[in-house]
Every structure is written in C-alpha cells, then in structure tokens.
C-alpha cells in the first residue's frame, strides 16, 4: 500500500499588531490587538464604552512619565468620568489634585470616597494627604495607619507613616517601618532618604553612609540627598 505524503499547510502570515497601550493586556492578547479590524467594546450604561477608563489610566501613566503633568491630570479625570463607580480611579484622580496644588478640589472627592468606600485605602490615604497640606499632622498619621490596615504595602502611606513617626522621635517603629518598605521596594528614593536621616539621627554612621550611597546610586542628582 502507497500512502501519498500530505500536503504542506499554507503559512498563515503573522499578523502585526497594536499595542492596547497595557503591558499585561498586551501580553494577553499575544502582542496587542491585530490591526487593520474594527472592535466592538459592550457594557452596561456607564461602563465607559465610549472611552474605556483602562485605556486613559494607562494613557495618565505615559503622560506622567513624560513629565506633562497637565495633560496626565486631564486623562486622569477623563477616567474618573468613565468609571466614578472605580474607587482606585477616584482615588488617584484626587491625590493628583492634592499634589498638583488643587487640593481644595480633592475634598469633594474625599467625601465621595467616604460615603462609596469607607473602608478602602485610597479613602484613608486621601484623606492624609488632606490632613497633612492642612497641617493637621498627627491627625494625617492616623489616616495613613488606617490606609496601611487596609493595604499594608501602599508605599505612599508607609513613607508618610514612617515620616511622621521620624518627625515626632519615634525611631524604632519608623525602622521597622523603613525595613517593610525596602524590603520590597529596594528602589524606592524616598525610602532611602528617609532611612538615611533615621540613620543620621540615630548616630549610625556607616548605616548613613550605606543609605545615602544607595540612594545616589538610584538617584545621582537627587537634592535632597546631596544636602
């Protein structure tokens, strides 16, 4: 009996592909969206079809990363209006006010989260970074503990915790602080510019000069390392 070979298959040309502008969605979806195809985004009213909040979140962090702050406050609220029902898109919405000097604006949205999330984080860290501009410190350290209940490792609430107990003399608990933080987040300049004056207050030399080497490493330029 002849068995005849079989035929090879026709190569399917590999399509190319759009970047959907999110790295973990991309890699999900095999490099980004083929191109050159329409695509139909469904939800319920308020979903935010007509500009889909991921898309702007991620849009924010590029705009941010190129230093164009405006333009990242302005994608950033574009994504709160797509999804105001998204706690953390609210949240990071309103610490940007904070911190781009509207934090005036911030408060409404603080008593936004308040009455939709009692309970999550940004609620908390909100309202530290409220209380802090407003110079209400120790209440804006409770607030930051209450955020850490609630995510233990949101870098921002560690570094103002640990700040806040640096300030008032309360070195051992901003170590072990200090110590969670650069854990896992080795990279972080602010942790070592913390770690670094608590080791100068300390009388740690050689730890002050590890911290402030590390920190130079990361940031060469950084002024308030260089003081």
Known sequence: VLFRSASPQPRI????????????????????????????IE??????KAAPWWVLRAAKRIASDMRDDAQALRLMKRAMDAAPWHGGVVGEYGEMLVTSGRGDEAVAIRDQLRKQYPGLFWTHYLDALLLNRAGQFDAAHAA????????????????????????????????????????KHPGSVPGWQLQAQLMARSGRKAEFAAALKRGLELAPNDAQLLS
């Open 43 to 48: 939800g319920t009213p308020g979903a935010g």
């Open 144 to 183: 930051a503990l209450r955020a850490l209940r609630a995510a233990p490792e949101h870098v921002p609430s560690l570094l103002m915790a640990a700040s806040a107990e640096l300030q008032k003399g309360d070195l051992l608990v901003a170590e072990k602080r200090l110590q969670v933080l650069l854990r």
């Open 13 to 40: 040309p590999e399509q190319s592909r759009a970047s959907t502008g999110i790295e973990g969605l991309d890699n999900v979806l095999g490099g980004g969206l083929p191109e050159g195809h329409l695509y139909l």
